[in-house]
């Protein structure tokens, strides 16, 4: 069955730097889209970075571009996204999800996975 693990979260001060993971299983990187999204506090979901399936071509929020990076290494199974120059705005649940068919960025939110998040909270 599918699974999909955030680690990595946690407190960093504004300026500061994070690298999130998102250890995969059962299921093959040829077949979906994969994504990071992130609920800050009374807000809703929003997808902030996709990368596509076939070429890896990669999709950034405009909140989050040149900032943050998407990558993956199928060796691992494993799918990170490099933060860095956090601001406090970053904070928020962050999840990575796979879908077959979309590359969601912004307000539109649909997944055929999720994992189950994780905190990351930017504070001085």
């Known amino acids: 069955q599918v699974q999909l693990v955030e680690s990595g979260g946690g407190l960093v001060q504004p300026g500061g730097s994070l690298r999130l993971s998102c250890a995969t299983s059962?299921?093959?990187?040829?077949?979906?889209?994969i994504g990071w999204f992130r609920q800050a506090p009374g807000m809703e979901r929003e997808g902030i970075s996709c990368m596509q399936k076939g070429d890896g071509s990669t999709m950034y929020a405009g909140s989050v571009k040149g900032r943050f990076t998407i990558s993956k290494d199928n060796a691992k199974n494993t799918v990170y996204l490099q933060m860095n120059s956090l601001e406090p705005e970053d904070t928020g649940i962050y999840y990575c999800?796979?879908?077959?068919?979309?590359?969601?960025?912004?307000?539109?939110?649909?997944?055929?996975?999720w994992g189950q998040g994780i905190q990351v909270t930017v504070s001085s």
């Open positions: 059962g299921f093959s990187f040829d077949d979906y889209n």
């Open positions: 999800a796979i879908d077959q068919v979309s590359c969601p960025i912004g307000t539109y939110v649909t997944a055929d996975y």
